[in-house]
């Protein structure tokens, strides 16, 4: 392909957090780039809402946008592990992260804050353009070029780069169109998210922004935003969908947790598989993989939309270097070898134990878990470790150091 031509661009499947922080920092460095979206605008919906701190660090790259998300977030300097029984098991102070990170919290933020303000800043570019109702349903390549198929209002069309990423998510086109296999199992609970407008901490004075509570019959997660209370709890394999979405059911569910005088105020509901997986490879020849479309995990430790946008700054920056002539593309095997360790040794070990721990049915085990917490938080040293790796700090640190 001859540099400089229209066709001299990288392809992006999906306008997530993902594909929009590729396009964005591609962009910056002057490589052109073209956004395939299957919706008609970004989706503004309540899926992630945890920003950690590397990721924070990173998204400092893009002059304002980290200004914004703080404006519409709610930053969480402490967090805790809960007993729903007895109370708080240990309440972890993310001030010992001081000295490894810009922003030693995390930042309660809703994942469409970031996709609008980083359209904002693409739509400002002449090199960047988005094509929204455009569903990315096939992909071919050449030795110098890749070719997206994609369904759009006007019909079929056929769009050709130097390179392509895909990102649009867990049922990647892209990753199935690669024949890339995506390897991992299926959870038989599946998880009911609710977000409610009623204030917990009215009856749970002590909550933090961010909660796991520990039950043996029925976990739950706790996790503020600036409009809501976003509560997770898991739901039996064989409870009937309809049901589980039921007012009826729901109301049950929260009264539960706090009995109230009043029906919750319910602005939002969803009930989803949960599915840990890891594709077998995150590059084939000119396109690479990244975010959910490489890996997907369970939700409890806020870590899938975290890793994902680390992915789209390890590949980028990455595929700067190639297109510059400044690094081989074997560089880009590089960024399969870092990424997909972070997904399998760290991203996945990690949430599985969270699930875990969560959800110790024994007594004495569980017992023995709390305890553990405890000497771990009583430790600063300790404590600081727990905190680097609930962090993703530990993690991200490791895999970059793989060549």
Excluded: C
């Amino acid at each position: 392909m001859a540099a400089g031509s229209k066709e001299d661009r990288v392809l992006i499947a999906g306008a997530g957090p993902v594909g929009m922080v590729a396009a964005l920092y591609l962009a910056l460095h002057d490589v052109p780039v073209v956004v395939f979206e299957a919706g008609e605008d970004l989706a503004v919906d309540l899926r992630a809402s945890t920003f950690h701190p590397p990721t924070l660090d990173m998204l400092d790259f893009f002059d304002g946008v980290n200004d914004e998300l703080h404006e519409q977030g709610l930053v969480a300097d402490t967090w805790q592990f809960r007993d729903r029984k007895t109370g708080p098991v240990v309440t972890w102070d993310m001030s010992l992260l001081a000295g490894d990170t810009n922003h030693p919290y995390r930042l309660q933020a809703e994942q469409w804050k970031l996709t609008r303000a980083l359209l904002k800043r693409l739509d400002q570019m002449p090199n960047a353009e988005i094509r929204f109702g455009h569903r990315v349903t096939d992909v071919s390549q050449t030795g110098d070029a890749v070719t997206f198929t994609a369904e759009a209002p006007g019909g079929t069309e056929h769009v050709t780069g130097r390179w392509g990423i895909g990102a649009e998510g867990a049922n990647s086109a892209v990753r199935r169109a690669l024949g890339i296999a995506y390897e991992g199992l299926t959870f038989p609970e599946l998880f009911l998210t609710i977000s409610t407008t009623f204030e917990f901490r009215d009856h749970w004075p002590d909550l933090t922004l961010v909660n796991y509570v520990t039950d043996p019959d029925e976990w739950l997660v706790l996790l503020r935003v600036v409009d809501a209370w976003r509560v997770l709890f898991p739901t039996k394999a064989d409870e009937d969908k309809e049901e589980a979405l039921s007012d009826e059911r729901i109301q049950a569910r929260l009264q539960s947790v706090v009995p109230s005088d009043t029906p919750y105020e319910v602005v939002h509901k969803t009930h989803y598989h949960v599915h840990q997986r890891v594709a077998e490879k995150y590059r084939s020849g000119r396109v690479l993989l990244a975010g959910d479309s490489a890996h997907i995990n369970n939700p409890l430790g806020g870590m899938g939309m975290n890793g994902g946008i680390q992915d789209a700054f390890s590949l980028a920056e990455k595929l700067v270097g190639v297109w510059r002539g400044e690094a081989d593309d074997a560089i880009l095997d590089k960024y399969e070898r870092q990424r997909r360790a972070m997904a399998l040794d760290f991203v996945q070990q990690s949430t599985i134990r969270n699930r875990e721990l969560i959800w110790e049915k024994d007594p004495a085990m569980r017992a023995k878990r709390h305890e553990e917490l405890r000497r771990i938080a009583d430790d600063r040293e300790k404590a600081r470790a727990f905190l680097l790796r609930s962090s993703m700090i530990s993690g991200l640190r490791e895999s970059e150091a793989i060549d």
